[in-house]
Nanobody, 124 residues
């Protein structure tokens, strides 16, 4: 059974940084394309960033481009989301997800596995 566990969320002031981690177990990490999504209170779950299973292609939502970086460490079965210059509007629960598709996708319905989420709160 594939499991995803996120960590690294917390409370940070605007302009600060956080790095989220997501450890994948129970599957072949290197065969998954990975994504990060976020959901703010009362809003739908939105795409944030994705990386293809071979690690060379990444894609970002316009709202985070230039501030967030997605990366993987296959030796640790881990995907990261480095976030800098955080803004209050980045406040949300952040979820990592895995898909068996070879290429990244921005569509949440195409992801096969999800983590439980980690809260990120950015104060102004």
């Amino acid at each position: 059974q594939v499991q995803l566990v996120e960590s690294g969320g917390g409370l940070v002031q605007a302009g600060g940084s956080l790095r989220l981690s997501c450890v994948v177990s129970g599957g072949t990490f290197s065969s998954y394309s990975m994504g990060w999504f976020r959901q703010a209170p009362g809003k739908e779950r939105d795409f944030v960033a994705a990386i293809s299973w071979y690690g060379s292609s990444t894609y970002y939502a316009d709202s985070v481009k230039g501030r967030f970086t997605i990366s993987t460490d296959n030796a640790k079965n881990t995907v990261y989301l480095q976030m800098i210059t955080l803004k209050p509007e980045d406040t949300a629960v952040y979820y990592c997800a895995a898909t068996v598709r070879a290429s990244y996708t921005t569509q949440s319905s195409r992801y096969n596995y999800w983590g439980q989420g980690t809260q990120v709160t950015v104060s102004s």
